[in-house]
Antibody, heavy 115, light 110 residues
Framework: EVQLVQSGAEVKKPGESLKISCKGS????????IGWVRQMPGKGLEWMGS????????RYRPSFQGQVTISADKSISTAYLQWSSLKASDTAMYYC????????WGQGTLVTVSS | NFMLTQPHSVSESPGKTVTISCTRS????????VQWYQQRPGGAPTTVIS?????PSGVPDRFSGSIDSSSNSASLTISGLKTEDEADYYC?????????FGGGTKLTVL
């Protein structure tokens, strides 16, 4: 059974750093893209970027380039989304997704940034 | 890059059929697969249609997808509406370097 299991909810202050994770199982992790999707409160889905786990080729939506870093550790079938300096506007639910067609979704990680 | 445009909301009665459109702004709708996702309140999205018209295992055959090159759009059709179908629906596609979502359509079954 394919599963994407994300790390738990986070509460952070502005300016702090954060790295959230997404562990894939039940499929060949290195053969697929893993993407990250943001959903701000009450809003729609936004693709942030994707990484091809086999060779770490990474693509970003232009508005997220330089704002976040996507990485993957294929030895433990885990992808990451990280921020070096969080803003209040980063408060959102973040989902990881498998493949080019986003056929499987993680359960989501709620990130709250508040002073 | 291209955009995908969906109606903000649609509503229909139980037992009826509803169609949600997704129009691609530039480039051919047929050039890359379109997916559809359902998101119920408080839940993560799940795939209801993949690769234009394929239903994943477990998705009822009341859900169907199609593309229309003449209008450069994709459609999600749900027949025999049930109250449990009330949700937000998003289309998604990609080109060589980017993945794109539509803005989402709120389906009300009343």
């Amino acid at each position: 059974e394919v599963q994407l299991v994300q790390s738990g909810a986070e509460v952070k202050k502005p300016g702090e750093s954060l790295k959230i994770s997404c562990k894939g199982s039940g499929y060949s992790f290195t053969s697929y893209w893993i993407g990250w999707v943001r959903q701000m409160p009450g809003k729609g889905l936004e693709w942030m970027g994707s990484i091809y786990a086999g060779d770490s080729d990474t693509r970003y939506r232009p508005s997220f380039q330089g704002q976040v870093t996507i990485s993957a550790d294929k030895s433990i079938s885990t992808a990451y989304l990280q921020w070096s300096s969080l803003k209040a506007s980063d408060t959102a639910m973040y989902y990881c997704v498998k493949g080019r067609n986003f056929d499987y979704w993680g359960q989501g990680t709620l990130v709250t940034v508040s002073s | 890059n291209f955009m995908l445009t969906q109606p903000h909301s649609v509503s229909e009665s139980p037992g009826k059929t509803v169609t949600i459109s997704c129009t691609r702004s530039s480039g051919s709708i047929a050039s890359n697969y379109v997916q559809w996702y359902q998101q119920r309140p408080g839940g993560a999205p799940t795939t209801v249609i993949s690769e234009d018209n394929q239903r994943p295992s477990g998705v009822p055959d009341r859900f169907s997808g199609s593309i229309d090159s003449s209008s450069n759009s994709a459609s999600l059709t749900i027949s025999g509406l049930k109250t449990e179908d009330e949700a937000d629906y998003y289309c998604q596609s990609y080109d060589s370097s980017a993945w794109v979502f539509g803005g989402g359509t709120k389906l009300t079954v009343l």
